[in-house]
């Protein structure tokens, strides 16, 4: 018996002189994400279509054909520069001596006839009217005094002669052209008909 108990008392004494058990590793905590915490995958997205554009450019319009220059005649005048009128294609130009003309008084009148392409116009019927009324009461009784002129060289026609009654004032000058079944007439006023000046 007294066996027995020493038996026991050696094995508790060995018991207690062993080395504790080494712990058991514990598995490294881990993290797992419910569906509604994970981040969403980023979707490429295409950047938005500009909208289109409509550029307007202001355009000139076809410019216009410029006009021909209607050619031009050189005339000469004794007693001051020629006066010109255009009408219906024929240009007409009128000198007088003096200038302006006087009614009542010697005059010599000249006129040349030019047609669109500057060519002088012959076999033209070409008169010409002095018109004049009492001084200080012009355009009230004025009276007309016409003369024909004669075709002289082609384009050309002239007359020299006296015209009306010396009393009465030259208030203006009407020439009336007929030619090719035309007739037009151009009005001029003695403000025009400007003499030499020295």
């Known amino acids: 018996m007294q066996r027995v108990m020493s038996w026991i008392a050696a094995v508790a004494a060995l018991a207690a002189c062993a080395p504790p058990s080494a712990p058991t590793a514990e598995s490294p905590p881990t993290l797992t994400l419910s569906a509604a915490a994970r981040p969403a995958a980023a979707t490429p997205t295409r950047a938005p279509a500009s909208p289109p554009t409509a550029t307007w450019t202001p355009t000139r319009p076809p410019a216009s054909p410029t006009p021909p220059a209607i050619p031009t005649l050189e005339v000469h005048c004794p007693a001051g520069e020629p006066w010109?009128?255009?009408?219906?294609g024929l240009t007409l130009y009128l000198c007088a001596d003096?200038?302006?003309?006087e009614l009542g008084r010697p005059v010599a009148i000249d006129v040349t006839l030019t047609d669109a392409a500057g060519e002088l116009v012959a076999e033209a019927e070409v008169e010409v009217t002095l018109i004049?009324?009492?001084?200080?009461?012009?355009?009230?009784?004025d009276e007309d005094f016409s003369v024909e002129l004669e075709?002289?060289?082609?384009g050309r026609y002239g007359a020299a002669a006296t015209?009306?009654?010396?009393?009465?004032?030259?208030?203006?000058?009407?020439?009336?052209?007929?030619?090719?079944?035309?007739?037009m007439t151009f009005n001029i006023t003695p403000d025009e008909l400007q003499p030499d000046t020295p």
């Open 98 to 101: 003096p200038q302006p003309p």
């Open 163 to 183: 015209i009306g009654p010396p009393d009465l004032v030259l208030t203006g000058v009407a020439i009336t052209v007929q030619h090719q079944g035309r007739s």
């Open 151 to 154: 075709a002289g060289e082609a």
């Open 132 to 141: 004049g009324g009492m001084g200080g009461m012009e355009g009230e009784h």
């Open 84 to 88: 010109s009128g255009t009408q219906g």
